[in-house]
Nanobody, 125 residues
Framework: VQLQASGGGSVQAGGSLRLSCAAS????????MGWFRQAPGKEREFVAT????????YYADSVKGRFTISRDNGKNTVYLQMNSLKAEDSAVYYC???????????????????WGQGTQVTVSS
């Protein structure tokens, strides 16, 4: 199973980026998916999660109203649309699939078993 995150880059504050997470070796259709991020010197933190159907989502308070998680199961891909970016959003962003034993939306990284390699997002103020 491989998760490939892409779409990161450098933007100015107030700008937008769209991250993608493509899966190979596993269909994402049945899995809750999440995005996490890790800034230098900080622990990895939860950003957003989405049910397998896309009907329910949950966000960290710090990104609520600015970020949108979505998925296209036909393309085996999960997205994170990030708008109104702030300098504090700068981090390496990781996508992950939640352990199949859980059906609800989880925010702990320990509840996710497969991870992408991360994509760097840098927001300059």
């Amino acid at each position: 199973v491989q998760l490939q995150a892409s779409g990161g880059g450098s933007v100015q504050a107030g700008g937008s980026l769209r991250l993608s997470c493509a899966a190979s070796g596993r269909t994402l259709r049945r899995y809750v998916m999440g995005w996490f991020r890790q800034a230098p010197g900080k622990e990895r933190e939860f950003v957003a999660t989405i049910t397998w159907s896309g009907s329910r989502t949950y966000y960290a308070d710090s990104v609520k109203g600015r970020f949108t998680i979505s998925r296209d199961n036909g393309k085996n891909t999960v997205y994170l649309q990030m708008n109104s970016l702030k300098a504090e959003d700068s981090a390496v962003y990781y996508c992950a699939s939640q352990r199949p034993s859980y059906s609800d939306l989880r925010t702990s990284e320990y509840d996710y078993d497969y991870w992408g390699q991360g994509t760097q997002v840098t927001v300059s103020s």
